[in-house]
């Protein structure tokens, strides 16, 4: 163990040289072997997190992969590496589920030496997404040297293939494939040629497997002697032949030896646009191989794989150290952060798929020269009252030779402008002339061929001053028990600007060592500590600057402050506890602080827990009285004591225990609820004082009336009692007192109470006294109180007996009531109550009230026209006959015209117990009208529209009663006269009337209507037309017929007069129209022919046929009965055009014609070939056809229908793009 190669540092493993891939970390797995048997394996080394895999590359170097991580490596001579171990431990080779293992364990007893190979994994990467890997095997020149320890060597493997981390964690290798379903995360790229390449890998894998599963055919994997013999499930296969492993694992070396050969063929990247301090990089992809070119048969196309490149830097010449600047897959990346005029040499290496190609071939270039780099602020070299010496160092020239320094200063104005004071190539200036004292600021900049560097931080530097004066004796802030805070001032004349530092020096009192320095600074203060109580030190202050030190200050004395002493001793009870005071006692404190004690403070609480304390006593003496105390009560008693240094702290708490009296005078006894008439029940409550004892019992006393001796009537522990036998309304005494271990206590105050009194008697029958119709007083006498004076009377008042209701509560002994009803029978009855209760009803009273006047009428009520007719019998008509007067309505005539006249009707109001006479009917203006003891009445010569306000009145033998409410009637205005009728307009079927000087159609405001009645065929008039218009169309009527009307007018006032009667005749109706007639040419002449009409109502119908040459006019041609016509000698270049119309010949009357059919149009012929004559010859025929034009309804009609399908498309688009 002693050849061991030592574990490498942390720094080594994370080196440049160390390539950086991207991957996703794989899950934690022990190492497995992917295949079986055979005379090569392919090993996948897992490192788990949190371990270290340590290998040793071709070129020497070693190389550290920090797990979690997934190693591809190759065995080439088909043997199981023999795995070598750290001290302590032992491998075991088992199997398990025919998977043999290798476990790694800790020995029983290990005793380690002075090295062990273990040690802690390197720190991670400086991108946490970047994992360590080695490269794979493939990549190296020489495969072989990777295993050429494994197989028997002894010191090779131990540097490469040994676990550097705890060995708990166990490695294990399979022969057989157990990756699990995640196990293939290590081999997952991102990149779609990747993932295919691994699949290709298991799939020729598991092939072989399949193949020699057997663990006994030739050229398998030879097992060390302490292995476990082969799986049976692998000895159920064929075993393979040497020669198909081998060119199976053939075919592998050879893609990636494809692969590595295209990653070292890189090219050496390009570099543009160098500046001082950067530069830009770019390459190209590295090309294909021949071999790639051309894949095997029965291999797909690969697809091009995705490349990670590395670029690395190197500033200490070709062959120094490269670093690492960039990882990614773009073919180009930015240099950042150079020196300017450097020489640097830059190179390319790609990766893919766990391979890594050599670097490219370095370029080499050299950055540009710059500005120097800012410079370091001036400082002071030395300097005087009036000069400066400052010095400054180069900074970096970055390339180009530093010519002069640019040094600036503020004149000492303590602004932010600066003006130059020096420029040159010098170090160092000299300032003269410069005030004493005095700050100044400074700034640098260095200049060369390529600019100026920008100016230094801003540094104060001040001028040198003289030695300051003595300052004054120091001050006492505040003084402390082991401290003393002390102050001074600034030595006077000293400026502002100067840096002065001071030195306070101390002395102790009788301690022969001098003064000493206790504090060296700038502050003007100072906190001397560690002193000793009650001490007087002497101090003084020194100030000092550049120049040197002053002279020291005046000495003062200043003494530190006393301690506080400790608490008193011996706190006890002086003699016996009274139950309203003791006296207190106690010794002075052991330690008084240094200082005497001033005086002795005693506190008393009377809570056991201490929560509250109360000063009893404050004053030199070591003993107090406490009085005014609470007997029966525990008490706490403290003493501390004072002194110069302060309080000290409080001695234990005394417990002290005052004896109990007798309890003190209770509250009189209050009663319960209200007395009875013949007990009383008592409650009181406890004393206020209990004496420091608790209450045992109590003592009741009775006083009966007027006894001055009282007698004990209840002794017991109970609050309350109830005491009997009493007389009722009487009044006695209760006094109370309390009794507890010590005795019984004072009596309470007396307590009066009087007993519950009876109901009063009842009352006399109480005296009525009529003041007038309608007003009464009630008077009464007080009955016997029974012990309790009456408090209220309750007076009863009703029209009936047994329905009185209560009209008075109080204690009056009279009432008077108003608002009675004259002659009325009233019955009347008075109770009295008092504490007790309510007493009886005294009898019942009957008394009447005198007569009246009549009441005020208070319904009155307008006639109706119907009932203003002539009565057939009586006019004192009982109401039970109105409905035979409206059935004789009809056959009455009209006696009273609503536009003179007025009918009344009203309810009889009460009499008051004399009989109403007659009524007075007050028309305002007018006289008066009296009308007997009637409720109907017609008010007659009145104007018409005329409005009248109308009282009535009613009078018996003792007066006139009040009139009633004013009402206001109006008449109506007399009825319109009929109007003219005549006719405007007439037809064979219609008769349009008009009447009036309005216009045709109604107005709103139209209060005059009409009614238009015509006779029948039995003389009898109908009704046609109703309403306001002045104008009405008699429709359906029959022609050539004389019609009879007659018409009246009416409004608010009524209907008025028939008119006249009008006569008028519907005019006879003309012939309907023809069609168009039909024309055919026969040779030189044309024939017409139309429609034949029945005869009207005996009357015959001949025919009109009119022609139209040319663009002259229609022409009449024929005028007959016939139904056709033949006109000749037709010319053949004119164009003829057609109508006609019927006519009816009346017996007595002139001729009636109808209207003219539509025109018909006759073109001339044309000569033309046969086909044009034929086409000629049907135009002709469609020519000859009727035209038929639209009618104006038709033409509405039409219109409609269009605007209709608008309103409805426009109504769909809406609902599809607008609402959807």
Known sequence: MADHTSPLESGQLLSPDIPMLTSPPPPPHPPNIVNGDGPQQVILVQVNPGEAFTIQRDDGQFQCITGPAQVPMMSPNGSVPQIYVPPGYVQQIIEENGVRRVLVLPQTEFHPGGHSPLHHPPPPPPHAHLQAFIPHPHIMHHPAHLY???????????????????????????????????????????????????????????????????????????????????????????????????????????????????????????????????????????????????????????????????????????????KTTYSGVELSATLQDLRPATDYHVRVHVMCNCLQGVPSEPVSFTTLSCKPDTPSPPRKASGTKSSLVLQ??????????????????????????????????????????????????????AKNDMGVSEFSEAVPIMTSCSVPAAPQNPELVQPGVTWLCLRWHRPAGSPKEDDISY????????????????????????????LHRSTTYRFRVIAYNAEGKSN????????????????PCRLSVKGKPHPTSFRLTWDPPKDNGGSDVTKYVAELSDDLSGSSWNQVYSGLAMECLCDGLSPGCSYQARVHCISAGGESPMTEALQVQTPPVPPGPCLPPRVVGKPKAREVQLRWAPPLVDGGSVVSSYSVEMFAPQAEEGREVYQGSELDCTLGSLLPGRTYGFRLRAANKAGFGPFSERSDVTTGPGAPEACRPPHVNCKSPTCAVISWEAPHCNGAAVSEYRLEWGAAEGSMQICYTGA??????????????????????????????????????????????????????????????????????????????????????PSTCLGLRWEAPCSHGAEIMSYLIDLGERQPILTGPVTKYIIQ????????????????????????????????????????????????????????????????????????????????????????????????????????????????????????????????????????????????????????????????????????????????????????????????????????????????????????????????????????????????????????????????????????????????????????
């Open 148 to 322: 050429s320890g494994m197989a028997g060597g002894t010191g090779d493997m131990n540097a490469q293939y040994i676990s550097q981390y705890h060995p708990a964690h166990t490695t294990i290798y399979s022969e057989q494939d157990t990756h699990q379903p995640h196990g293939r995360a290590a081999f997952a790229h991102r990149d779609e040629r990747a993932s295919k390449t691994y699949e290709r890998l298991q799939k020729k894998l598991k092939e072989r497997q399949g193949v020699g599963g057997g663990g006994g055919g030739g050229g398998g994997l030879a097992l060390s002697k302490d292995s476990p013999p082969p799986s049976p499930q692998k000895s159920r296969g064929t075993p393979p032949t040497g020669g198909d492993l081998q060119n199976g694992l053939g075919e592998l070396d050879e893609e990636a030896k494809a692969l590595q050969e295209r990653l070292n063929s890189i090219c050496k990247p390009v570099v543009t646009d160098i500046q001082a301090r950067g530069a830009s990089l770019s390459w190209l992809a590295p090309l294909r191989t021949e071999s790639d070119k051309e894949p095997k048969e029965g291999e797909e196309i690969p697809s091009e794989p995705s490349f990670t490149y590395e670029v690395s830097v190197s500033y200490n010449g070709k062959d120094g150290k490269y």
């Open 812 to 897: 009056a002994l009279s009432h008077e009531l108003r608002g009675l009803l004259p002659a009325t029978s009233y019955f009347c009855r008075v109770q009295a109550l008092n504490a007790a209760g309510v007493g009886p009803f005294s009898d019942a009273v009957l008394c009447q009230t005198p007569c009246s006047v009549p009441a005020a009428v208070s319904s009155v009520h307008a006639l109706r026209e119907s009932e203003m007719r002539v009565e057939s019998r009586v006019t004192e008509r009982v109401e039970d006959e109105e409905e035979e007067e409206e059935e004789d309505e009809e056959a009455s005539p009209l006696l009273y015209s």
């Open 552 to 567: 020291p200050s005046p000495v003062s004395e200043f003494t530190t402050a006393p301690d506080r002493p400790t608490c």
């Open 941 to 1220: 010569n009145l104007q018409p529209d005329t409005t009248y306000r109308i009282r009535i009145q009613a009078l018996n033998s003792l007066g006139a009663g009040p009139f009633s409410h004013t009402f206001k009637l109006k008449t109506k205005p007399l009825p319109p006269l009929p109007p003219r009728l005549e006719c405007t307009a007439s037809s064979h079927q219609t008769l349009r009337l008009k009447w009036g000087d309005g216009p045709g159609k109604a107005q709103s405001t139209d209060s005059l209507q009409y009614h238009l009645q015509m006779e029948d065929k039995i003389g009898r008039f109908i009704s046609l037309y109703k309403g306001p218009c002045h104008t009405h169309k008699v429709q359906r009527l029959n022609e050539s017929t004389s019609y009879t009307f007659r018409i009246q007018a009416f409004n608010e006032a009524g209907e008025g007069p028939f008119s006249t009667v009008y006569t008028f005749t519907t005019p006879r109706s003309p012939p309907a129209p023809l069609k168009a007639p039909r024309v055919e040419r026969v040779d030189e002449s044309c024939e017409v022919n139309w429609e034949t009409l029945p005869p009207m109502k005996g009357d015959p119908v001949i025919y009109c046929l009119q022609c139209m040459q040319g663009n002259s006019e229609f022409k009449q041609i024929y005028k007959g009965s016939a139904t056709s016509f033949q006109l000749p000698s037709l010319s053949l270049s004119t164009e003829y055009r057609f109508r006609v119309c019927a006519i009816r010949q009346c017996q007595d009357a002139p001729e009636i014609v109808g209207p003219y059919s539509s025109t018909v149009i006759l073109l001339p012929p044309r000569v033309d070939t046969p086909g044009a004559s034929s086409a000629t010859g049907s135009k002709a025929t469609e020519a000859q056809k009727p035209k038929r034009s639209l009618t104006d309804e038709q033409f509405s009609f039409l219109i409609i229908a269009l605007l209709a399908v608008t309103s409805i498309l426009i109504a769909v688009a809406i609902q599809y793009f607008v609402i959807e």
């Open 392 to 445: 400054w160092k180069a900074p970096c020239d970055n390339g180009s030779k530093i010519q002069n320094y640019i040094l600036q200063w503020d004149e000492g104005k303590g602004t932010s402008v600066f003006e130059q004071c020096y420029y040159g190539p010098q170090k160092q200036y000299r300032l003269t002339k410069l005030l004493p004292a005095s700050r100044y600021s400074f700034r640098l900049a």
């Open 503 to 530: 030195v306070l020096e101390m002395e102790e009192e009788g301690s022969g060592y001098g003064f000493q320095a206790s504090y060296d600074g700038d502050e003007l203060s100072h906190t001397v500590r560690n």
